[in-house]
C-alpha cells in the first residue's frame, strides 16, 4: 500500500525535482509536493500547509541548502530536511547536519531516499512523541492545579512544623480566612483549644509514619466550631525538602447525629432508673378502693391521687385524656371483665404541667368464677412521653440526615437504615432489614481487615476508617465509616450505630491527583530536554530535572539556592530577564538562542519554551531548556562556508551565461564580494614579456589601492616577490591568516582598508600561470582548510570557464541562439518564456509576449537579393536589442522577432511600451549598402495571465493576434477573448464586402487640393466610401486592409479609377475647371503585370486628356525599385502623372528618387502635425521640399488643418497642400458644387 507524503521540494530545476518524485514513488511512496526555488516561496510555502518533509537541492543560484535550513528553523517547524546534492562534500555534509539537516544524499545515490525519508519520518513522528509529553507534562500541572481548586474537599501542604504552604480554593470558604492570611498561618492556629495540645503528636505521626488521618476540630474566622476529618500524607518536593499534603473534608453535621445519639440513649437510661410505678385496685362496679407505691417512688401516686380518690370511678374525675370515646371502649373493655394494659391517662399536675399515667389491669374472680373487681398497677410515663418526642424528633432527623446511618444488633444484623443510605447504596430499608452489611463488600478489602474492625467493635470500642463498597448496581463507591456500640448499664451491647460518609468523590480525586502527580514526576524526571521550575517573584529556582541538572553541572541541592540571574553570563542577562517577563506574560511562546552559564563559567545556548504554573503554592515559571549550542556552532561555521558556497554558486551561474573573459573576471569580484563577503577581491593576468601581473577586474577596492602591491613576478626584482609572485611562480596558493603578523610592511595599506587575512589564487591553465584572484577577509584565520578546499574548487571553475569559454560561445550558438541576428532562438526562447511564466506565477505577476513581423521582406529579399534580406534582419534585430533587454528577445521565424516584456501592469503599459520599442527601432530608415530602406512591423500581443497561463498557450494566442494585425493592417494588435469572434466579423464582412461591390453600393469622395499662394483648387484626391444599407457611411479604415489581404482591392481599385475618370469627364461635361484627379494605388495593384493594360482600358473609357493623377505609396516603390521604375514609366506613357504619397516614411535613397518618372511628392501627415513643436520634424519638411524642388518636383502637404501651418509651408515654398483647413472629402454633389462656386470667384 503507498504512504501518503506531503513534501515540499526546493529545487530550481524541474527535471531534478521530477528524478526525485519518481524515486519515492518507485519506493512506496504517496506524493504530494510543491517546488520552491527562493527563500520567500519557501516560507509562504510552509505557512500554506503542514507538509511532512523538505527536500533541498544544496547548490542553486542565489539560494543554497543551508538558506533553506536556515529558513525552516525560522519557521518553528520540526520536520525532517534532506539535502540533496551532486558536489557536496563529506565535511560539509556533516556540518550541515549538525546545523539541523536530518540527513544528505549524493545524486549518484539518489535511490536511497526513499528509505532515507521513511527513516527520517519515523524518527519526527517519535520527536513529535517527545514534544507531546513534554506538552502533556504542562497539561497535567495545569490539570493537576485545577483538580486541586477546583475539588469541594479542603487541599492544602504544610511543612513539617505545620507552616501552611498552599491552600485551594475550597479551604478559604470552608475556613473564612483570604488565602493570604492562610499561608501566614501555622495549622495549629486552626484548631479549637484542646486540639493544639495534641498537634505535636500529629507532627510525630506523620514524621514516622509517612501518613496521618482522623477528626479534628477547628474554628473558623468567624468564631464557630467545625469539625474536620482528615487524610495527610508526607511528600518530597524539590530536594529533600519534606510537605505534609493533605485532604479534608467537613465532618460537623455526621459529629453532631453522633452526639444527638449519645445524649439521647443517656436520657433513656435515666428515665429507666428513674421510673416510678403504682398499685391499685378497684370494686365490681369500679369504683377505686385501694392505692399504694414503692418506697421510692411516689410521684406517680401524688399524681394520681389528683386524679381519681378512693370510692370514684376514672371517668368520674376531669382527666385532659382520653376523650369520650376511649372512654367508651375502656368502660366495654371493664365491663366484659377482660385484662388491659397500657391504658394512658392525662392531667395537669400541681405545678400546672401536663403529666401522663399509664394503667394496667387484670380482671380478679373468687373461687367460684364470680367477678370481685380488678386490681392493676400504673406507671407515671410523662419522661417517657417527652423522650419519645425526643427520639421522634431525632428520628426525623437522622432520616433527613445527609450522612448514611445504620443501626444494628449485636450480631450485626440490620434494624435500621436512613434514606441517606437507601440513596448511597441503591438499597431499600426492605431489601436490607436483617441482613448483615457484609452483603455490600466489594473485595477490596481483606479477610483480616474486617476480622480487625469486628474485634475492635465487638470489644465496645469505636472504629474510624475507610472502606470501598459496592453499590446494588454493581458500582463500586468509597465510605468513611465511624462505628459505636451502644452500652446498656452493665456494659453489654445493645446495639451498633454507623455512621457513613460517601467519599468516592474525594477518592476519585486523590486518585486523579496521585496519578497526575506520578505522571507529572515520570515526565519531569525522565524528559530530555531540562526543565526547571522558577519562583515568579524572587526569580529562584525551585525545581530541576536531572537533564538540567546534567547541563549546569549542578548538585540537586545546589539547583535550589541559585536563580536566573546565576544561569545566565552578566553581558546577556538582560536579554535573558526580558525573556523570562514576555515568557511569563505570554507574548512569546519560546525564546530562542539565549546564552546560558554552567557552574564552571563555560557557556552554551539554549531555546527556552516556558510556561506559567503553580508550584507548592507559589506562582512559577516552567521552562524546558534546549542545548543547541552544537547547532549554533555548526550554523557559524557553515555560515562562513556558506560566504564560499555562494560565490561557488554564483560562479556556477556566471559560467553559464557569460561568454567574454573580461566580463568573467568581473563579474567573479563582484560575487565574491557582493555574495561571498569579500571585502576586496580582484583579478590580475599575467604579463609575460613586462614579467608582471596586471590587474584586470576588481571589486571593493580602486587602482590606488592596487598600485601599491607587488605586481612582480621576477626573481631577481629589486623590491622582491610578494604574494602575488609566488602565487604565479609556485602555482599554489599563498595565504596569509594574519595580515599584521605575517605581512607587516608589504601589507599595511590592506590592514588600513579592515583586511585582516587575504590568499592569492593563481589561475593555472595547461599548467601555466596565467593570472591570479585576489580576495581578502575581514576575519583573522578565515582561510582554513575547508574554505581553501572550496576556494581552489572555486579557482577550478574558473580555469574550466577560461579554458572552455569559445567552446560555450560555438555551442551556445548551435543551440540556442540565432546565427544570423546573435539573438536566442526559439529554443531558447521558449525555454525563457517558460521559466518567466513559472516565475510569475510564483510572483503573481504580469507578463507580455510580442510576436513581431518586418513587413515586405519577402519583397525585399526578391527584389534586392536575399543578401540585403539578412542585413536588414541583422540590423533589426541589433535595434530591437537596444530599444528591449536582449535576453528577453528571440528571432522565432524567418521575418519574426518576439519579445518578452515582464514586469507590465496591463494593456496601456504593454501598449506604451511597444510604441516606444518602434519608435527606436523603426523610425530612422535603414541603410542597406547603397539602398535606404523605411520598414515596420505588425506585432501580436498575448498577456500572461489572461491570455493563457501556459508558454505554449501564449505563444499560439500571440501568432493568433499577429496574423489578425496582418489581417486588418493593425500596427498592433492584442490578442482577446473575443478574437475568434472578430475572425467570424471578418468573414462576413468579406462578404459584405464582395456583395457591396457587386451591388455598387461604393462611392467616391473627393478633397481638394490648393495652391498655398492663391488658395485657389489645384486638384482633387479621390477616396472611397462605402455607403451600407446596414451600416451607413463606412470610412476606408474599416475595409481597405480587408480587401488588401483577401484581394478584393483589385477589383476594388479597378472600379475606383473608372469611376474617377467618369466623375472628371462629367465635370468637362459641365463646363467646369475639371481638376486632376489623383487615384490611390494599393501595392496589390502595382505588383500585378496586367497594371498598365488596366489602367490604359479604364483612361479610354474616359475623356482625353484622361485628368487623373496616381499615388503611389514610397515603400511600394522601393520593394521592387527596377520593376517598378519600368512600370511608372509606362504609366507616363499614357498621360497620367505619379505621386509619391507619404514621403519620409518609407526607405528611398536619393540615387532611386532621381531615376523615378514622378511628378510630385506628398509629405506624410505626421511630419505636418509635428513641426510646429519639433524642430527635427521642421526640418525634415524644409529638407523635402527642398529636394523635391531641386529635382524639379511639386510638393503637396497633406493634413494641413491649422492656418499656422499653412503660414510655415508658404514660408518653405510648398507648392500645395491638403487638409481639413480647406476642405473635408465631399461627396460628388458636393465638390461638383464647390467647382462651380470656385469657377464663379474667379471670372
Given at each position: 500500500m503507498s504512504k501518503s507524503v506531503k513534501v515540499l521540494l526546493v529545487e530550481d530545476s524541474a527535471n531534478d525535482a521530477e528524478l526525485a518524485l519518481q524515486v519515492l514513488r518507485r519506493g512506496g511512496f504517496d506524493v504530494q509536493y510543491e517546488r520552491v526555488d527562493s527563500a520567500a516561496a519557501m516560507a509562504e510555502?510552509?505557512?500554506?500547509?503542514?507538509?511532512?518533509?523538505?527536500?533541498?537541492?544544496?547548490?542553486?543560484?542565489?539560494?543554497?541548502?543551508?538558506?533553506?535550513?536556515?529558513?525552516?528553523?525560522?519557521?518553528?517547524?520540526?520536520?525532517?530536511?534532506?539535502?540533496?546534492?551532486?558536489?557536496?562534500?563529506?565535511?560539509?555534509?556533516?556540518?550541515?547536519?549538525?546545523?539541523?539537516?536530518?540527513?544528505?544524499?549524493?545524486?549518484?545515490?539518489?535511490?536511497?531516499?526513499?528509505?532515507?525519508?521513511?527513516?527520517?519520518?519515523?524518527?519526527?513522528?517519535?520527536?513529535?512523541?517527545?514534544?507531546?509529553?513534554?506538552?502533556?507534562?504542562?497539561?497535567?500541572?495545569?490539570?493537576?492545579?485545577?483538580?486541586?481548586?477546583?475539588?469541594?474537599?479542603?487541599?492544602?501542604?504544610?511543612?513539617?512544623?505545620?507552616?501552611?504552604?498552599?491552600?485551594?480554593?475550597?479551604?478559604?470558604?470552608?475556613?473564612?480566612?483570604?488565602?493570604?492570611?492562610?499561608?501566614?498561618?501555622?495549622?495549629?492556629?486552626?484548631?479549637?483549644a484542646g486540639g493544639r495540645d495534641l498537634f505535636p503528636a500529629y507532627l510525630g505521626e506523620i514524621r514516622k509514619q509517612g501518613v496521618a488521618s482522623g477528626v479534628m476540630r477547628i474554628r473558623t474566622a468567624g468564631g464557630e466550631m467545625r469539625w474536620w476529618e482528615y487524610q495527610n500524607t508526607l511528600r518530597t518536593e524539590g530536594v529533600a525538602a519534606l510537605l505534609v499534603r493533605g485532604m479534608a473534608h467537613d465532618v460537623t453535621e455526621r459529629k453532631q447525629a453522633e452526639e444527638a445519639l449519645r445524649v439521647s440513649e443517656a436520657r433513656f437510661r435515666a428515665l429507666t432508673e428513674m421510673s416510678s410505678d403504682f398499685y391499685w385496685e378497684s370494686d365490681v362496679a369500679h369504683r377505686l378502693t385501694m392505692r399504694g407505691s414503692a418506697d421510692e417512688k411516689v410521684s406517680a401516686v401524688s399524681v394520681f391521687r389528683q386524679g381519681a380518690q378512693i370510692g370514684q370511678r376514672r371517668w368520674e374525675v376531669p382527666y385532659l385524656s382520653p376523650d369520650e370515646a376511649a372512654w367508651q371502649a375502656h368502660r366495654a373493655v371493664l365491663d366484659a371483665h377482660q385484662p388491659f394494659r397500657d391504658f394512658e391517662l392525662s392531667r395537669l399536675g400541681a405545678d400546672g404541667s401536663e403529666r401522663h399515667i399509664a394503667i394496667s389491669g387484670d380482671p380478679l374472680f373468687d373461687d367460684s368464677g364470680a367477678f370481685k373487681g380488678y386490681r392493676g398497677v400504673g406507671t407515671d410515663i410523662t419522661e417517657r412521653r417527652r423522650a419519645e418526642g425526643e427520639l421522634r424528633r431525632l428520628a426525623l432527623a437522622v432520616r433527613q440526615s445527609g450522612t448514611g446511618i445504620v443501626i444494628t444488633d449485636p450480631a450485626g444484623a440490620i434494624e435500621f437504615v436512613n434514606p441517606k443510605f437507601e440513596a448511597m447504596t441503591g438499597y431499600a430499608f426492605s431489601e436490607v432489614k436483617g441482613k448483615n452489611p457484609r452483603f455490600l463488600k466489594s473485595g477490596a478489602q481483606s479477610r483480616e481487615f474486617y476480622r480487625d474492625l469486628w474485634e475492635t467493635i465487638t470489644a465496645g470500642k469505636e472504629w474510624e476508617g475507610e472502606i470501598q463498597n459496592r453499590k446494588k448496581t454493581g458500582e463500586p463507591y468509597w465510605e468513611r465509616q465511624h462505628i459505636s456500640p451502644v452500652l446498656d448499664g452493665s456494659g453489654r451491647i445493645l446495639h451498633f450505630i454507623a455512621v457513613k460518609d460517601d467519599i468516592t468523590e474525594r477518592k476519585r480525586a486523590e486518585n486523579a491527583l496521585r496519578a497526575s502527580e506520578e505522571e507529572l514526576r515520570t515526565i519531569f524526571d525522565g524528559a530530555l530536554d531540562g526543565i526547571l521550575v522558577a519562583d515568579v517573584e524572587s526569580r529562584r529556582f525551585l525545581k530541576g530535572n536531572p537533564a538540567i541538572r546534567r547541563m549546569l553541572g549542578y548538585t540537586p541541592e545546589e539547583i535550589t539556592r541559585i536563580g536566573v540571574p546565576d544561569i545566565h553570563p552578566a553581558h546577556a542577562l538582560p536579554r535573558a530577564i526580558e525573556q523570562f517577563e514576555r515568557l511569563l506574560r505570554g507574548t512569546i511562546p519560546i525564546a530562542a538562542d539565549i546564552p546560558v552559564m554552567r557552574k564552571d563559567g563555560s557557556v552554551f545556548y539554549a531555546d527556552i519554551n516556558a510556561a506559567p504554573i503553580r508550584f507548592g503554592g507559589r506562582q512559577a515559571l516552567l521552562g524546558m531548556f534546549r542545548d543547541v549550542s552544537e547547532r549554533r556552532q555548526a550554523y557559524e561555521k557553515i555560515k562562513r562556508l556558506n560566504r564560499v558556497y555562494a560565490v561557488l554558486s554564483g560562479i556556477d551561474a556566471l559560467i553559464i551565461r557569460v561568454s567574454d573573459r573580461m566580463e568573467l573576471y568581473r563579474e567573479v569580484c563582484r560575487i565574491a564580494v557582493d555574495l561571498g563577503g569579500f571585502p576586496i577581491a580582484w583579478i590580475g593576468e599575467v604579463d609575460r614579456e613586462a614579467m608582471r601581473v596586471n590587474p584586470v577586474a576588481w571589486h571593493g577596492t580602486d587602482e590606488r589601492f592596487l598600485g601599491r602591491i607587488r605586481m612582480s613576478i621576477r626573481e631577481d626584482a629589486p623590491e622582491g616577490i610578494g604574494v602575488v609572485g609566488r602565487a604565479v611562480i609556485e602555482r599554489v596558493p599563498v595565504i596569509a591568516n594574519d595580515i599584521e603578523r605575517e605581512l607587516p610592511g608589504p601589507a599595511k595599506h590592506a590592514t588600513e582598508r579592515g583586511a585582516r587575512s587575504l590568499v592569492v589564487l593563481p589561475l593555472v591553465v595547461s599548467g601555466e600561470g596565467t593570472g591570479v584572484l585576489h580576495l581578502y577577509s575581514d576575519v583573522p584565520g578565515f582561510f582554513d582548510a575547508e574554505e581553501m578546499k572550496l576556494l581552489v574548487e572555486l579557482r577550478d571553475d574558473i580555469v574550466f570557464a577560461l579554458d572552455h569559454i569559445e567552446k560555450a560561445k560555438k555551442l551556445e550558438f548551435l543551440a540556442y541562439y540565432d546565427p544570423l541576428t546573435g539573438l536566442a532562438n526559439r529554443s531558447l526562447f521558449d525555454e525563457r518564456l517558460s521559466r518567466n511564466v513559472h516565475a510569475a506565477h510564483g510572483g503573481r505577476r504580469k507578463l507580455a509576449l510580442v510576436l513581431a513581423d518586418v513587413e515586405r521582406l519577402k519583397a525585399i529579399n526578391d527584389s534586392l537579393g536575399r543578401q540585403t534580406g539578412d542585413e536588414l534582419l541583422r540590423q533589426v534585430a541589433r535595434r530591437l536589442a537596444r530599444a528591449a533587454d536582449p535576453v528577453d528577445i528571440a528571432r522565432t521565424g524567418g521575418d519574426q522577432f518576439a519579445i518578452l516584456l515582464l514586469q507590465i501592469k496591463g494593456r496601456t503599459d504593454v501598449g506604451r511600451a511597444i510604441e516606444q520599442i518602434w519608435r527606436d527601432c523603426f523610425a530612422q530608415p535603414f541603410q542597406l549598402s547603397d539602398t535606404e530602406l523605411r520598414v515596420s512591423a505588425k506585432a501580436g500581443i498575448a498577456l500572461f495571465p489572461s491570455d493563457g497561463i501556459h508558454a505554449e498557450t501564449l505563444f499560439a494566442n500571440a501568432e493568433a493576434a499577429l496574423q489578425y494585425a496582418r489581417q486588418t493592417g493593425e500596427r498592433?494588435?492584442?490578442?482577446?477573448?473575443?478574437?475568434?469572434?472578430?475572425?467570424?466579423?471578418?468573414?462576413?464582412?468579406?462578404?459584405?464586402?464582395?456583395?457591396?461591390?457587386?451591388?455598387?453600393?461604393?462611392?467616391?469622395?473627393?478633397?481638394?487640393?490648393?495652391?498655398?499662394?492663391?488658395?485657389?483648387?489645384?486638384?482633387?484626391?479621390?477616396?472611397?466610401?462605402?455607403?451600407?444599407?446596414?451600416?451607413?457611411?463606412?470610412?476606408?479604415?474599416?475595409?481597405?486592409?480587408?480587401?488588401?489581404?483577401?484581394?478584393?482591392?483589385?477589383?476594388?481599385?479597378?472600379?475606383?479609377?473608372?469611376?474617377?475618370?467618369?466623375?472628371?469627364?462629367?465635370?468637362?461635361?459641365?463646363?467646369?475647371?475639371?481638376?486632376?484627379?489623383?487615384?490611390?494605388?494599393?501595392?496589390?495593384?502595382?505588383?500585378?503585370?496586367?497594371?498598365?493594360?488596366?489602367?490604359?482600358?479604364?483612361?479610354?473609357?474616359?475623356?482625353?486628356?484622361?485628368?487623373?493623377?496616381?499615388?503611389?505609396?514610397?515603400?511600394?516603390?522601393?520593394?521592387?525599385?527596377?520593376?517598378n521604375i519600368e512600370k511608372l514609366k509606362a504609366i507616363r506613357g499614357l498621360g497620367v502623372s505619379i505621386a509619391i504619397d507619404d514621403f519620409g516614411t518609407g526607405y528611398s535613397s536619393l540615387g532611386y528618387l532621381a531615376k523615378l518618372p514622378v511628378q510630385s511628392l506628398k509629405i506624410d501627415r505626421s511630419f505636418i502635425i509635428a513641426m510646429l513643436d519639433d524642430p527635427d520634424a521642421a526640418t525634415l519638411v524644409r529638407t523635402i521640399i527642398s529636394l523635391a524642388h531641386s529635382l524639379r518636383l511639386k510638393?503637396?502637404?497633406?493634413?494641413?488643418?491649422?492656418?499656422?501651418?499653412?503660414?510655415?509651408?508658404?514660408?518653405?515654398?510648398?507648392?500645395?497642400?491638403?487638409?481639413?483647413?480647406?476642405?473635408?472629402?465631399?461627396?460628388?454633389?458636393?465638390?461638383?458644387?464647390?467647382?462651380r462656386q470656385s469657377m464663379a470667384a474667379h471670372t
Open positions: 510555502a510552509l505557512q500554506r500547509q503542514p507538509w511532512d518533509a523538505v527536500i533541498s537541492d544544496f547548490r542553486m543560484p542565489g539560494f543554497t541548502g543551508l538558506d533553506a535550513l536556515e529558513v525552516l528553523h525560522g519557521s518553528g517547524f520540526d520536520i525532517p530536511f534532506i539535502l540533496v546534492s551532486g558536489t557536496i562534500g563529506e565535511d560539509v555534509a556533516v556540518e550541515a547536519m549538525k546545523a539541523g539537516a536530518s540527513d544528505y544524499l549524493m545524486k549518484e545515490n539518489l535511490a536511497r531516499l526513499a528509505p532515507v525519508l521513511e527513516r527520517e519520518l519515523n524518527e519526527a513522528a517519535l520527536r513529535a512523541e517527545h514534544r507531546e509529553a513534554q506538552r502533556h507534562l504542562v497539561e497535567s500541572e495545569k490539570r493537576y492545579r485545577d483538580l486541586v481548586e477546583n475539588s469541594r474537599d479542603l487541599i492544602c501542604t504544610h511543612d513539617l512544623t505545620g507552616k501552611l504552604m498552599s491552600v485551594n480554593e475550597a479551604a478559604v470558604r470552608l475556613t473564612g480566612y483570604s488565602r493570604e492570611a492562610l499561608l501566614r498561618m501555622n495549622m495549629a492556629d486552626l484548631l479549637a498592433h494588435q492584442f490578442h482577446t477573448r473575443k478574437l475568434t469572434e472578430r475572425v467570424a466579423e471578418q468573414l462576413t464582412l468579406e462578404n459584405r464586402l464582395r456583395q457591396a461591390l457587386e451591388r455598387d453600393e461604393f462611392v467616391l469622395h473627393y478633397q481638394p487640393k490648393v495652391d498655398l499662394d492663391t488658395r485657389r483648387i489645384a486638384g482633387v484626391e479621390a477616396l472611397m466610401r462605402w455607403q451600407s444599407p446596414e451600416r451607413g457611411l463606412v470610412l476606408p479604415g474599416q475595409f481597405i486592409a480587408l480587401m488588401e489581404s483577401t484581394g478584393l482591392i483589385q477589383e476594388a481599385g479597378r472600379w475606383a479609377l473608372a469611376k474617377a475618370i467618369q466623375d472628371h469627364s462629367r465635370w468637362v461635361a459641365l463646363g467646369l475647371p475639371a481638376p486632376f484627379v489623383a487615384v490611390n494605388v494599393s501595392p496589390i495593384q502595382l505588383r500585378r503585370r496586367d497594371f498598365v493594360a488596366n489602367l490604359q482600358e479604364a483612361i479610354a473609357a474616359g475623356a482625353t486628356p484622361p485628368g487623373i493623377d496616381l499615388e503611389i505609396t514610397e515603400s511600394i516603390i522601393m520593394l521592387d525599385v527596377e520593376g510638393v503637396v502637404a497633406e493634413g494641413v488643418e491649422t492656418e499656422a501651418q499653412a503660414k510655415l509651408l508658404r514660408l518653405l515654398r510648398c507648392d500645395e497642400m491638403q487638409g481639413y483647413l480647406f476642405s473635408q472629402p465631399l461627396p460628388m454633389a458636393e465638390i461638383t458644387a464647390m467647382l
